[in-house]
C-alpha cells in the first residue's frame, strides 16, 4: 500500500493543493482573484520539488495500474511550465476582459492531475480516466468568456467533438479488452506476442483507439476541432491547450504504444507515419492562407503535432526523448507567442488578431517586436534557437530507425513554415501601420515574455542541460 501511495503522490499534493485554492478563492475579494494564479504556481513548483525522482527511480502502484517515473517527471515538467506561462499571460488580460474569476486557474491546475494520470498509466482505466478529467477541464477554460459568441462556440465545438472522440476510444477499449482479457498494457504486450494482431475485433479496437489519441493531439484527419476551438477560446488559454493537454496525449500515446503495442511496432508504424505526413503538411499549407495570427498559430499547432508524430514513428529511445524535449521547447516559444497576441488592442477592439495589426511593432515596441521574432523563428526551426534543436533531434530519430524519407518530409514542410512566420517579422519590420495599436505589455505578460525568449535563446545556444534531463527518462 505504500509503494500504491508513493506512485501517486504527485497526483495527492496536487489534488490538497487544489482544495487548498478552492478556500483561497472563497475568501479573496474580486479585486484578489488573480492571487489565484500566484498561488497556483507557487503550489506546482512545490510539488515539482517534492516529487523529482532520482536516476532510474521507478514506483510501480496499484497492481501495475500505474507508475511513477522519470519519464512520468519529464511530462510533469511540460505541464508546469504551460501552467506556470499560461497562468501568468492570463492575469491581466482576464483583468482587461472582465472575466478575471479564480475558477480559471483552478481548473487550470486540476486538469494537470488528469494529465499526470494519463502519463503514468499502465491500465486502460487509469488512463480513461485521467484523459476525461483533462477534457472535462479543457472544455470549460475554452468556453470560459461567456459574453463572447466565440468563446461559448469554442467550449461547445470542443465539448461535441471530445465526446465523441472519447466515445471512439472507449469503444475501442471494450475491443481490446474483450479479446486480450485485459486492461493492463503488460499483458496486453503478451496476449498481442502470443496470438498476433490477426483477429478482427482487436484490429478494429485498436485503430479505434489510436483514432482516439489523434483527436486529441490533433492530427489531420481527425482535427477538425482544433482551428475553431483554438481560434475563440481566450488567448491565454489557447496558449495552454496547444501545449499541455497535447503533451499528455503524447506522452500516454508514447507509454501504451511502448509497452502494449510493442510486439505489433511495425503496423502502428505505417499508421503514424501516414498521420505525420498529412498532419504537418496540412497544417502549414492552411496556414498559408491565414491573415489572423491567431487562427494562424492554430493551424500551425496542428502542424507541430506532425512533427512529434516523426518520434512516435521512430519508436526508439531517441524518439521519445525528442518528444519530450520538443514539448518543453514547444511551451516556451508557443506560449511567448499567444501571450503577446494576447496583449494586441487597437480602438474598439479589446483583441486585435489580425496581421496587420502587427504593423510598424517594431519602431513602437522594439522589445516586443524582438521577442515575437524570435519566437516566430523559433517556431520555423531556424538556427541557433531553441525550436531548431527541438527538430533536430526528432528527425535525428527517424533516420536513427531508417525513417530518412520521413525526415525529409519533415525538413520540407519546416520549410513551407517558414514563410507564414516570416510574414509576421515582415508586417513588424518592413510595414507601416495603417491604424494605432496598443501593445503595452503588463507587468505578468511581461514576465512571461522575458522568460520565454530567454529560454528559447538558452536551449538553443546551451541545449546540453535540457537534452541529458529528457535522456534519463526510462519507460
Request: glycine share 8%; with cysteine; charged share 10%.
Amino acid at each position: 500500500m505504500g509503494q500504491s501511495i508513493i506512485a501517486i503522490m504527485p497526483e495527492i499534493l496536487m489534488t490538497f493543493f487544489a482544495i487548498g485554492l478552492l478556500v483561497i478563492d472563497l475568501v479573496a475579494s474580486d479585486e484578489k482573484k488573480s492571487g489565484i494564479a500566484y498561488f497556483g504556481i507557487a503550489f506546482i513548483l512545490i510539488t515539482l520539488l517534492l516529487t523529482i525522482p532520482v536516476s532510474g527511480f521507478k514506483v510501480v502502484g496499484f497492481d501495475g495500474m500505474l507508475v511513477w517515473d522519470s519519464y512520468a517527471y519529464a511530462f510533469f515538467v511540460v505541464f508546469s511550465i504551460a501552467f506556470i506561462l499560461g497562468s501568468l499571460g492570463a492575469v491581466d488580460y482576464m483583468k482587461r476582459l472582465g472575466i478575471n474569476k479564480g475558477e480559471y486557474y483552478i481548473i487550470m491546475f486540476l486538469s494537470i492531475i488528469g494529465m499526470l494520470f494519463m502519463v503514468s498509466a499502465t491500465d486502460l482505466t487509469i488512463l480513461y480516466l485521467g484523459m476525461e478529467t483533462m477534457a472535462l477541464s479543457m472544455y470549460i477554460i475554452a468556453g470560459f468568456n461567456k459574453w463572447n459568441m466565440k468563446s461559448n462556440e469554442s467550449g461547445i465545438k470542443y465539448f461535441i467533438i471530445g465526446a465523441f472522440s472519447s466515445a471512439i476510444f472507449l469503444f475501442g477499449l471494450s475491443y481490446v479488452y474483450g479479446y486480450t482479457g485485459s486492461t493492463k498494457y503488460a499483458e496486453i504486450a503478451q496476449m498481442i506476442s502470443a496470438n498476433g494482431l490477426d483477429h478482427l475485433s482487436l484490429k478494429l479496437g485498436l485503430v479505434m483507439m489510436l483514432a482516439g489519441f489523434a483527436f486529441k493531439i490533433s492530427a489531420v484527419p481527425f482535427h477538425m476541432w482544433a482551428p475553431d476551438v483554438y481560434s475563440g477560446a481566450p488567448t491565454p488559454a489557447t496558449g495552454f491547450m496547444t501545449v499541455a493537454p497535447k503533451a499528455a496525449a503524447f506522452g500516454a500515446l508514447i507509454r501504451f504504444i511502448w509497452v502494449a503495442l510493442e510486439p505489433a511496432t511495425a503496423s502502428w508504424q505505417l499508421f503514424f507515419s501516414i498521420l505525420a505526413v498529412l498532419t504537418m503538411t496540412y497544417g502549414n499549407l492552411v496556414a498559408i492562407a491565414q491573415n489572423n495570427v491567431k487562427r494562424m498559430l492554430a493551424y500551425s499547432a496542428i502542424s507541430h503535432a506532425g512533427y512529434m508524430l516523426i518520434g512516435v514513428v521512430a519508436a526508439n529511445d531517441l524518439g521519445y526523448q525528442a518528444i519530450a524535449l520538443y514539448m518543453i521547447i514547444y511551451g516556451f516559444m508557443n506560449i511567448g507567442a499567444f501571450t503577446i497576441l494576447a496583449q494586441m488592442k487597437n480602438k474598439g477592439v479589446i483583441e486585435d488578431e489580425r496581421l496587420e495589426s502587427f504593423a510598424g511593432l517594431s519602431k513602437s515596441n522594439p522589445l516586443t517586436s524582438l521577442a515575437m521574432l524570435l519566437f516566430m523563428f523559433s517556431l520555423a526551426g531556424i538556427p541557433p534557437l531553441a525550436g531548431f534543436i527541438g527538430k533536430f533531434y526528432i528527425f535525428a530519430a527517424a533516420i536513427k530507425s531508417n525513417f530518412v524519407w520521413l525526415a525529409i518530409v519533415g525538413v520540407l514542410n519546416s520549410a513551407v513554415a517558414c514563410y507564414y512566420y516570416m510574414r509576421v517579422t515582415i508586417y513588424m519590420y518592413f510595414k507601416e501601420p495603417e491604424y494605432e495599436v496598443e501593445t503595452n505589455l503588463q507587468p505578468a505578460g511581461a514576465i512571461v515574455t522575458f522568460v520565454a525568449t530567454v529560454f528559447v535563446i538558452l536551449i538553443g545556444v546551451f541545449p546540453t542541460f535540457f537534452v541529458n534531463l529528457v535522456k534519463n527518462m526510462v519507460i
